[in-house]
């Protein structure tokens, strides 16, 4: 599975290639499909710019995503976009368009009310553990592992030759147990909790964590939200380039000439 992560909590500063408005995630969505992505991740913002979990922000950019695409949706639930776990509760359980899935740092206070919240709704987890953070452990005292739809597993190690390192290493404290194989496929490799893993890197380490993936045969993603970058340090123009590219570095394609 190629996952797309359209923009993050990336600003102006980023550039103008990083999608932020409803029409802006649904063009640089449906881009990134044709490119090859599987799956969206996308982080909805207010008109100033902010991400935020009001339905009045999450079902727009949805609908507008959906109308242009036929993929898995998912948003996140950092808690920066609504700091109080109570809080943030009360606004997933306000939507009214709901994602496929959504992101719930597991390291994050409220993670286990907020997940519980999201599958009362019928909506997917995934289990962000992000390394150097305690999100593994918390993970698998949790009674939620085995009923969420993957891990996310997220590398915050931003250097280019440290990030596999680390990758390896966060993936030893998931317990992720070797499974079958099959590259390209990003189903069969290391599996945490009984469930499947998707890992990522940010930054400089988004590439090499990528490749690791490619080469255990997991889910991986790529996108404005981890990298403004190609591989060969040139800025990236588009989500869709960054999957086309990714998919080539993964194993699944031939550069397009």
């Known amino acids: 599975m190629m996952q797309a992560c359209l923009n993050g909590t990336r600003g102006a500063g980023d550039g103008a290639v990083v999608p ?89 206070p409220g993670a286990e009310e907020v997940a519980a919240a999201l599958l009362g709704l019928g909506v997917g987890v995934e289990a962000g553990v992000w390394s150097g953070t305690d999100g593994a452990a918390r993970l698998a005292r949790s009674p939620l592992a085995p009923k969420v739809l993957r891990v996310l597993a997220e590398v915050m190690d931003p250097d280019p030759g440290t990030a596999e390192d680390t990758a390896k290493a966060l993936l030893a404290e998931l317990g992720a147990s070797p499974g079958h194989t099959r590259p390209g496929d990003g189903t069969g490799g290391p599996r945490a909790h009984g ?23 997991l889910a991986t993603r790529i996108g404005l939200e981890d990298t403004l970058l190609l591989p060969d340090g040139r800025p990236a123009d588009s989500n869709a380039q960054l999957v086309e590219e990714a998919l080539y570095q993964y194993g699944c394609a031939q550069r397009s000439s």
């Open 20 to 108: 932020r408005t409803p029409a802006e995630l649904a063009e640089a969505a449906e881009r990134a499909v044709a490119a090859g992505a599987t799956d969206l991740h996308v982080h909805p913002r207010t008109p100033c710019g902010h991400d935020s979990l009001s339905p009045r922000v999450v079902g727009p950019a949805l609908e507008a995503i959906r109308a242009r695409v036929a993929v898995p949706v998912g948003v996140t639930t950092g808690a920066w976009a609504e700091p109080e776990p109570a809080a943030r509760v009360a606004r997933i359980r306000s939507w009214t368009v709901l994602p496929d899935h959504a992101s719930v740092n597991w390291h994050e």
């Open 195 to 217: 469930r499947p893993v998707l890992l990522h890197g940010e930054d400089g380490g988004a590439w090499p964590v990528l490749r690791l993936a490619g080469r255990l045969g």
